[in-house]
């Protein structure tokens, strides 16, 4: 079944940096268009990236645009979202997505504070 593990997650001061990692599995990886959501305490889900199959496109929220750089390595199945210069407001848990046939994929998020 699909699999989509989200690492990389933890504590970091404004203005530094964090590298999530999400290793997928159960499905076809390399022809997966793929994003990343985010969802801060007491607020909805909001897409923050997405990244088609051979990376040769990508698309930002406004919020994070020239600070977030999405990736991917389709020989590791695994994406990548590289977050620069943090602020307090990117604080929220983070997921890895991909669509099925009528589903969205999801997995269990990883959590970014970003706090002094």
């Known amino acids: 079944q699909v699999r989509l593990v989200e690492s990389g997650g933890g504590l970091v001061q404004p203005g530094g940096s964090l590298t999530l990692s999400c290793a997928a599995s159960g499905f076809t990886f390399s022809t997966a268009v793929m994003s990343w959501y985010r969802q801060a305490p007491r607020k909805g889900r909001e897409l923050v990236a997405t990244i088609t199959s051979a990376g040769g496109s990508t698309n930002y929220a406004d919020s994070v645009k020239g600070r977030f750089t999405i990736s991917r390595d389709n020989a590791k199945n695994t994406l990548y979202l590289q977050m620069n210069s943090l602020k307090s407001a990117d604080t929220a848990v983070y997921y890895c997505?991909?669509?099925?046939?009528?589903?969205?994929?999801w997995g269990q998020g990883t959590q970014v504070t970003v706090s002094s």
């Open positions: 997505t991909t669509d099925g046939i009528g589903v969205r994929y």
